[in-house]
């Protein structure tokens, strides 16, 4: 089976939303590229993820856990407050139960809560309130082994990567996965296209995950 996560911002969500138990839905895709597996295998990966951007990085996670193909999985995620937290029990056992999995968990919120000071108070070394970009503090990790995966609002982009740049993470190792508001999805109606004359991308069918060095060379990606 397939699962969806679908945030309700608009009238195709809201009608989803709606929806009963046994409807039909036709779905295309997937379309476009993913995070590179194979080839970061026996490497630490680092998933930054800011509100929504949980959803993506999720498969990863799981799957660098359950495949044991990594050699460690941090997990840096910020929401605004605790009820904003995807798959909430889940990333819960793991920031409680993670080490044994050669995975850490670390939390950031920005609005306070009973519930965010509770959690807080068993993991205070990982659950801080702040921004996603807290989280790096005290974490050190091997620049030449370990690719970073990034997805979350657009403004989290900026900071999450000067923070990895100023740990000398090279750009190729920095992964990032772009929303654009599509319309075909493969490359056909070109309006997720970017760059200049001499060097487009389609977000759709490029992307949607590129380096950090494919952004510096690709006018408007970031
Ligand atoms: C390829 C792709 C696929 C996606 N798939 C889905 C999907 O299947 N379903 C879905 O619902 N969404 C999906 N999203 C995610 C979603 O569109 C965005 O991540 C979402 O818009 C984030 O908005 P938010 O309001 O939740 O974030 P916000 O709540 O605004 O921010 C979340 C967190 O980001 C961090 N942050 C924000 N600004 C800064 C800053 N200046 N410095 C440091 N940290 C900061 C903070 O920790 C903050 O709490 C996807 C995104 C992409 C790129
Ligand atoms: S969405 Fe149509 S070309 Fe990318």
């Given amino acids: 089976y397939i699962q969806l996560c679908i945030r309700k911002v608009g009238r195709m969500t809201r009608f989803i939303h709606r929806m009963k138990e046994g409807e039909v839905v036709g779905i295309r895709g997937p379309y476009g590229n993913g995070f590179p597996m194979e080839m970061m295998e026996g490497s630490n990966l680092i998933l930054v993820a800011g509100g929504l951007g949980m959803a993506p990085l999720r498969s990863v996670l799981w799957y660098a856990i359950d495949s044991g193909k990594y050699e460690h999985v941090w997990l840096l995620y910020g929401t605004k407050a605790y009820e904003d937290i995807l798959f909430r029990d889940e990333i819960i056992h793991l920031l409680k139960h993670g080490s044994s999995m050669n995975c850490s968990v670390k939390l950031a ?23 996603v970009t ?14 970073a995966l990034i997805c979350g609002p657009p403004i989290m982009y900026k900071f999450v990567i000067k923070e990895l740049l100023d740990r000398k993470l090279s750009p190729g190792r920095i992964y990032m996965t772009l929303e654009r508001r599509m319309r075909c999805g493969v490359g056909k109606c070109g309006h997720c296209i970017v760059g200049t004359s001499t060097s487009i991308k389609y977000v759709c069918k490029d992307g949607p995950v590129f380096t950090y060095w494919d952004a510096l060379s690709t006018r408007g990606l970031i």
């Fill in 134 to 147: 807290d989280l790096f503090r005290g974490e050190e990790f091997d620049v030449n082994n370990t690719y």
């Fill in 109 to 131: 919120y920005e609005v306070e809560s009973p519930s965010c000071i509770y959690l807080e108070g068993g993991f205070s070394d990982r659950v801080c309130r702040g921004v």
